[in-house]
């Protein structure tokens, strides 16, 4: 059984910093992709940041500059540092991890974190 297990979220002012956390653990073959969705009140789940194996890390237009994603291969573990926090980026955040566990790859999520970003 496969699980990912966030944690970091919480309130924050504007301009203040958040770092996310995601664990994948369980019969874990290989890890191709790992990132962060959000959800905000009445919007659909969005794509924040994702890296891929070999590749360089994607971040949606509006938090380029502000988010770092970052791996951990060996821990199985995924990082959003999110800086300058503004009010628009509260949302429930929702890790995502793509793997191979045994024979199968499939697709995976956390079960999310709420970031309040408010004064």
């Known amino acids: 059984q496969v699980q990912l297990v966030e944690s970091g979220g919480g309130l924050v002012q504007p301009g203040g910093s958040l770092r996310l956390s995601c664990a994948a653990s369980g019969s874990i073959s290989s890890i191709s992709i790992m990132g962060w969705y959000r959800q905000a009140p009445g919007k659909e789940r969005a794509l924040v940041a994702r890296v891929q194996s070999g590749d360089i890390p994607y971040y949606t237009e509006s938090v380029k500059g502000r988010f770092i994603i970052s791996r951990d291969n060996a821990k199985n573990t995924v990082y959003l540092q999110m800086n300058g926090l503004e009010p628009e980026d509260t949302a429930v955040y929702y890790c995502?991890?793509?793997?191979?566990?045994?024979?199968?790859?499939?697709?995976?999520w956390g079960q999310g974190t709420q970031v309040t970003v408010s004064s």
């Open positions: 995502y991890a793509r793997l191979r566990s045994y024979l199968f790859e499939n697709e995976y």
